[in-house]
């Protein structure tokens, strides 16, 4: 199992919708996904029809209290997992951020977890910050995936994320985490602001950006409100054909 850090300390780029839709365009191709909800708001828990704190969570894991292989919960899609979050996540930044060991428990309990081959891929949803949840993530990943929205200021937090995935290989905690990509979203074709953006990352990052862009699109933010990945919901709109395009592009990758 390959485990995937979706993260950027910025809010709103997408993290989410991109966790929780490129995993079900891989579990609809018959790749085995697991998605691993670290962010306290829970987003991909509710987008993948669960409420949150009705089941263990993985703070629970982090906690010590169960292992992470009993919180793994079979969704509605075939192939595609989730390790839901609870509300308990939140407190547990300032829990963990007490413990000496915090920034690597999660890796151990990921690298024992992931011996008994419990899937292909297992898609980390980080929260929006630089704390210890998402850097925890970063230590526990082999490959971190940056959603980069295509506005001018999310060029400005690019470098921001970029050193902090150079601090986590430099601080021991991962020496081998890869940047494997940046994924360009919410780009609006009617805007030259967008491809100016998207001009720029590929200028800087040639081999990291993904060539798929995901556009903006308007049922991709109302999937959620119903439960549903946007194959569900609206299987032929622009944002279920750029993931779907993704998921693809994504296996190219790591063929
Ligand atoms: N390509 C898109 N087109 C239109 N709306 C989108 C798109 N991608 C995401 N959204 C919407 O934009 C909002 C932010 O997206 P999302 O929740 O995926 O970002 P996030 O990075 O996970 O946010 P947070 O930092 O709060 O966790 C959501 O309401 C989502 O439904
Ligand atoms: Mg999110």
Known sequence: MKIIAIANQKGGVGKTTTSVNLGACLAEKGVRVIVLDMDPQANSTSALDFVPGDQPGVYQSLMGDTPIADLILPTKYENLSLGPCDMDLAGCEIEMAREEDHLIRLRRILSEFRQSDP???????????????????????????????????????????VG???????????????????????????????????NDVREYFPEVTYQTIIP????????PSYGQTIIDYAPSCSGAVAYRALADEFLQRHA
């Open 164 to 198: 902090v995935h150079q601090q986590i290989k430099e601080s021991g905690a991962n020496p081998d985490v890869v940047l494997e990509g940046i994924i360009m979203t919410m780009a609006d074709s009617r805007t030259n602001l967008s491809s100016m953006v998207i």
């Open 119 to 161: 899937a292909d891929y297992m898609l980390i949803d980080c929260p929006p910050s630089l704390g210890v949840l998402m850097t925890s993530s970063l230590a526990a990943a082999d490959e971190l995936i940056v959603p980069l929205q295509c506005e001018y200021f999310g060029l400005e937090g690019l470098s921001k994320i």
């Open 216 to 223: 903006r699109n308007i049922r991709l933010g109302e999937a």
